[in-house]
C-alpha cells in the first residue's frame, strides 16, 4: 500500500484558501472572520490532537482505552446536538436526551458492524472501532439534533394549533402527529440525500481517504457500502428514539402539551 | 352540576407560587357565568385547568363524574374550552370539520355564507375565524362550554346571532362560562359575575 506524505507546508499552503474566505468576509462586512478563525483553529487542534490520541490507542489496543474513548466521544457529540437546538428541555433531560439517544444508537450499530460484517479481531481492535463509530456518531448526532430541534420548536410554534385539537376531544398523539412527522422526515433527509449523491455529486470521504492509501477502488467502494448502511441504521435509530422519548417528555397522562418543560427561548 | 373543588395550578417549580390560588365554585345546568378582570389575572388560566389543559391539582367533576376517573380527551369533549385564539391545523377550513354537513347548517345562524368552508383558513378575519370555532364547539354538543373572549372580533349584528346560540344552549341546560370585557354583554348573558385576578377568583360587586 502506498500513498503520498504531506509535510506541514503543503497544509500550511492549503490554509491559504482559509484565510482567503476570511478576507471575503472583512470585504464585504459579513462578520464571520473571527468565527471562522476560531473554527479553523479548532479543527487544527482537534484533529492533532485526536491523531496522537489515535495513535496512542492503537498502541495500546485496550478494550478499556477503546471503550473510554468512545465514551468521550458520545459525550462530546451530545454537547454538540445540545447546543445546536434553539428550544431545550430543562434540566437533566437537555443534556441526557440527545446523548442517551446517540449512545444506544451508536453502540448498537457500531457492535452489529464490528462484529458481524467486519469481524474485528479482537472486537473491540480500535484501528476499526474508533473510525465507525466516529463516523456512524457524526451522523446519528445530525439527525438527531436536527430532528430534536424540529420537534421542539415545532411543538413551540404549533402550540395553538396542537391545543386546538386537544381541546375537542383529539388525544394527544393524533395532536402532535404533523410535528413528530416533520422532525422525522428532516432527521432523516440529509442521509437519504447522501445516500443519493453518492458516487455521482459526491464521492464520500471514507472511501476516497481508503483510495488516496492505496486501496482498490472497488474493496474501497464495498466499505464505503457497509459504512453508508450502518450510518443509515444509526441515523434511523437513534433519530426515532430521541423524538420518541422528547414527544414523551413534551406531553403527560392527562395528554397535554408541557411546554412547560421546555427551558426559556 | 359542574362542581370545582380547590382547583389550583401550582406554579412550575416547587419553589414557583402558585399560578391559580384554590378555586371552589358550583354552576348549575344552564347557568352562564361572566368572568372579568385584568388582562394576566388568570381568567384564561382557570378555564384551562378546568378543561385539565395545564397541570393541576384538586377535583372538578360533571353530574357527579370525577374528571379525574375518566381519561383527559373524554373530559375534553364534554366540557370545551375554546381559546381567545382560535387554532387551525389544515390550510382549509372543511378538514376541521369531522361532519361538514351539520357544520353547514350552522353557517347561516352566525352570518357566514354557505360556501364558507370551502374556504382556506388564510382568508378567515378573526372574526370569521371565532364564529367558525364557536361552530366546532357546538358540533360537539358539549355539556360545560368554557368560552375566552368568544365574540372579541364582532361587531353588534354577528354578535347579537352569536349570543341567540347561546343562550338557546343554555336554555338546553348547557353551563357556560364566559371571559368578557363587554360590559353590556355582561349584562344580557350573566346569571352570576366574578372577577380573576392576582390568581384568585372573587364574585364580582355590582
Known amino acids: ?265 | 352540576m359542574l362542581k370545582i373543588e380547590q382547583l389550583s395550578r401550582p406554579g412550575n417549580t416547587p419553589v414557583d407560587p402558585p399560578m391559580l390560588k384554590p378555586v371552589n365554585l358550583e354552576i348549575a345546568s344552564g347557568e352562564c357565568i361572566v368572568l372579568s378582570g385584568p388582562s394576566g389575572g388568570g381568567k384564561s388560566l382557570l378555564l384551562r385547568v378546568i378543561a385539565d389543559l395545564d397541570p393541576n391539582t384538586g377535583e372538578v367533576s360533571l353530574n357527579n363524574e370525577a374528571r379525574s376517573r375518566m381519561p383527559a380527551p373524554a373530559w375534553r369533549r364534554r366540557v370545551v374550552y375554546q381559546p381567545a385564539e382560535t387554532g387551525w391545523w389544515a390550510d382549509d377550513v372543511a378538514t376541521h370539520f369531522p361532519d361538514q354537513q351539520a357544520a353547514e347548517s350552522m353557517l347561516p345562524r352566525i352570518g357566514l355564507e354557505d360556501d364558507a368552508l370551502n374556504w382556506p383558513v388564510s382568508r378567515l378575519s378573526t372574526g370569521e375565524k371565532q364564529r367558525l370555532g364557536l361552530i366546532r364547539t357546538l358540533l360537539l354538543a358539549p355539556e360545560v362550554m368554557l368560552l375566552d373572549e368568544p365574540t372579541s372580533g364582532l361587531d353588534l349584528s354577528t354578535l347579537l346571532p352569536v349570543e341567540t346560540l347561546l343562550r338557546e344552549r343554555m336554555d338546553a341546560g348547557v353551563i357556560v362560562v364566559l371571559v368578557t370585557h363587554d360590559s353590556e354583554q355582561t349584562k344580557r348573558l350573566a346569571c352570576r359575575r366574578m372577577r380573576m385576578a392576582d390568581g384568585e377568583l372573587i364574585a364580582a360587586r355590582d
Open chain 1, 1 to 265: 500500500m502506498s500513498f503520498i506524505t504531506l509535510n506541514y507546508w503543503d497544509i500550511a499552503l492549503a490554509a491559504l484558501l482559509v484565510a482567503v474566505n476570511a478576507g471575503l468576509s472583512i470585504a464585504m462586512h459579513l462578520g464571520l472572520e473571527k468565527r471562522l478563525v476560531i473554527a479553523t483553529a479548532r479543527m487544527v487542534v482537534q484533529l492533532t490532537l485526536i491523531g496522537l490520541v489515535l495513535k496512542a490507542l492503537f498502541a495500546a489496543a485496550s478494550p478499556w482505552f477503546t471503550g473510554f474513548a468512545m465514551v468521550v466521544m458520545i459525550l462530546f457529540a451530545g454537547r454538540e446536538a445540545m447546543a445546536r437546538q434553539d428550544r431545550k428541555f430543562t434540566g437533566l433531560w437537555s443534556y441526557g436526551l440527545g446523548t442517551g439517544s446517540m449512545m444506544a444508537a451508536a453502540l448498537i450499530v457500531t457492535g452489529f458492524g464490528l462484529m458481524t460484517q467486519l469481524h474485528a479481531d479482537p472486537w473491540y481492535e480500535p484501528r476499526y472501532a474508533i473510525p465507525i463509530l466516529g463516523m456512524i456518531l457524526g451522523n446519528t448526532m445530525n439527525g438527531v439534533s436536527i430532528g430534536l430541534d424540529r420537534l421542539l420548536s415545532g411543538a413551540n410554534r404549533e402550540r395553538i394549533a396542537i391545543e386546538a385539537q386537544l381541546v375537542l376531544g383529539a388525544n394527544i398523539a393524533t395532536a402532535m402527529r404533523p410535528v413528530v412527522r416533520d422532525a422525522l422526515r428532516a432527521g432523516l433527509i440529509p442521509t437519504i440525500n447522501g445516500m443519493s449523491a453518492a458516487g455521482l455529486v459526491s464521492l464520500p470521504g471514507m472511501m476516497t481517504g481508503q483510495i488516496l492509501a492505496g486501496v482498490a477502488p472497488v474493496e474501497a467502494v464495498k466499505y464505503q457500502i457497509l459504512i453508508m448502511f450502518l450510518i443509515a441504521g444509526g441515523t434511523g435509530l437513534g433519530l426515532f428514539t430521541a423524538v420518541s422519548v422528547a414527544r414523551r417528555r413534551l406531553t403527560d397522562t392527562r395528554d397535554r402539551l408541557r411546554l412547560d418543560r421546555l427551558a426559556a427561548a
